[in-house]
């Protein structure tokens, strides 16, 4: 039997070739990074790190919302598709150069204490740009049901980095400047091949354009922006909310504690690509369920159950992978205690951030998706309004000693992801669907809690946590009923 010509957006499946690439995709970096830490000096290494974080928070607001908007409405017109993501680029083309301005007038870097090379500098912003550019197209591959397409630019994407990588260490190369650019090739590698997808798979289009199918939003530009200017701000703030604390710590402590704090945030961030999987396959189907209640909530439900199943999996596995792995795979300086702490230890501490951000994503979803996008931006500008407050506090007001700077980073970071998920509970308008399902969410957060307690404690409070697993036979299941 043939397959249709146009696949439709399925949460379930969409999530786990998004999912599966995504970790694969995780894995890859995760070597690269291993790679950079034992190519570059720390000082370099921190340079690197911060310069591609830095940039990539700065150009982000170019994405200008567009992709989010054409994953909201896609689906409504498939073969419109290519000819939306031209539409962005044109608008991103002009939205890019006062932003580059900023950069080379501001000159940013130097508040995070980086002195690296303009040549290193200017590959780092082009990273950047090349990411922002990456989006619409695979927005569009998600929206036209080939979320397993877009899975594998990001895969060949990171295999394109790490081989070049691995090129460059193999001849001894000391250059930060060199591995970034290797970056910006596999960035660029990525992007092509998602824009040449997206051309190739779309449904055949008219020889005129008719933008109302895709909705009022796409009516004439001026509307356009204005409905995705939610998204724009949005996607201008939320780089900050998981950076923020990385920033602080290199610019209270200097860019070793920065690059001590990344080692630690690795792992952690190798996690959130599960909830960032959720979302993104979630967003399209929320979009299309906004006025039908009864799939809105069927298909919200479906996405907690998912994420209860696979909270036990990211907490245990998550710190197995870490402990074990981490002293194999990074030089003894990051692990030691040299610079002020373990970044083991600091990982476990993130990791009460990660269950509480995965935990989030349903109804943080269900409000991006939501017909008033603005309730998203405020949400967003709250958890980073909080993020700071925290940091603040905690990083840059609080201890002075190297490695309590470090925990403290780690322990506002978690507190800003519980705000997350307590501002998602209310902002989303689905707190009922949570009431109705206290008992779960009860047990859940008792044996999260009881679960990071004890792996950061190292007692043997963690058994406390195992109940969690009970819930992977109804978080499997959920899967499977979307599974189309």
């Not at 929320?286 to 998912?306: C, I």
């Not at 995965?358 to 709250?382: E, H, K, S, V």
């Not at 007692?459 to 697993?469: E, H, K, Q, R």
Request: hydrophobic share 55%.
């Amino acid at each position: 039997m043939t397959e249709p010509t146009h696949r439709t957006p399925s949460t379930g499946r969409d999530a786990s070739w998004l999912v599966g690439a995504d970790l694969l995709a995780v894995a890859l970096a995760f070597i690269g990074q291993i790679i950079l830490t034992h190519a570059l000096l720390a000082e370099h290494y921190g340079w690197m790190v911060l310069a591609i974080d830095l940039y990539a928070s700065l150009f982000l607001v170019v994405d200008l919302g567009l992709p989010t908007l054409l994953a909201r409405d896609g689906t409504r017109a498939p073969s419109l598709v290519p000819a939306a993501v031209w539409r962005t680029y044109r608008l991103q083309a002009l939205a890019v150069l006062p932003f580059v301005a900023v950069a080379g007038l501001l000159r940013p870097e130097a508040w995070l204490n980086v002195q690296a090379p303009s040549e290193l500098l200017l590959a780092a912003g082009l990273i950047a740009l090349a990411h922002v550019a990456s989006y619409a197209p695979r927005s569009g591959l998600r929206v036209l049901g080939e979320a397993r397409l877009e899975a594998i630019t990001k895969v060949v994407e990171r295999g394109c980095t790490v081989v070049l990588y691995s090129l460059l260490a193999w001849q001894g190369s000391t250059s930060a400047t060199a591995f970034t650019c290797a970056f910006l090739f596999g960035a660029t590698a990525g992007w092509g091949l998602a824009l040449f997808w997206v051309v190739r798979t779309a449904p055949p289009t008219q020889a005129t354009v008719d933008w109302d199918a895709l909705g009022p939003s796409w009516v004439s530009t001026p509307q356009l922006l204005a409905s995705a200017l939610p998204f724009a701000i949005t996607l201008g703030i939320l780089p900050y909310v998981v950076r923020i604390e990385k920033f602080m710590v290199a610019a209270s402590g200097g860019a070793e504690l920065g690059a001590v704090f990344h080692v630690a945030q690795l792992a952690w961030l190798a996690g959130l690509v599960v909830p960032a999987a959720v979302r993104s396959a979630l967003l399209p189907v929320l979009g299309d369920a906004r006025f039908k209640p009864q799939k809105h909530r069927r298909e919200l439900n479906n996405a907690v159950d998912m994420c209860f199943g696979l909270l036990p999996y990211g907490l245990f596995g998550g710190h197995l992978v870490v402990t074990l792995f981490a002293p194999m795979a990074f030089p003894s300086d990051y692990l030691d205690g040299t610079y002020g702490a373990s970044a083991i230890d600091v990982f476990t501490v993130l990791l009460a951030g990660w269950g509480l951000t995965l935990l989030a994503t349903p109804t943080y979803t269900a409000l991006m998706a939501g017909d008033r996008p603005w309730r998203f931006t405020l949400f967003i500008a709250l958890v980073l309004l909080a993020a700071g407050m925290l940091g603040a506090v905690l990083v840059l007001n609080g201890p002075s000693n190297p490695g309590q700077k470090l925990y403290a980073g780690a322990a506002a970071s978690s507190l800003s992801a519980a705000v997350l998920l307590g501002l998602s509970w209310w902002m989303s308008g689905e707190f009922s669907t949570i009431v109705a399902r206290r008992d779960e969410w009860t047990l859940v957060m008792v044996c999260t809690l009881f679960v990071v307690g004890g792996l950061v404690s190292n007692t043997l409070w963690w058994v406390m946590g195992l109940p969690l697993f009970a819930f992977t036979k109804q978080g499997w299941k959920a899967a499977r009923s979307t599974l189309d």
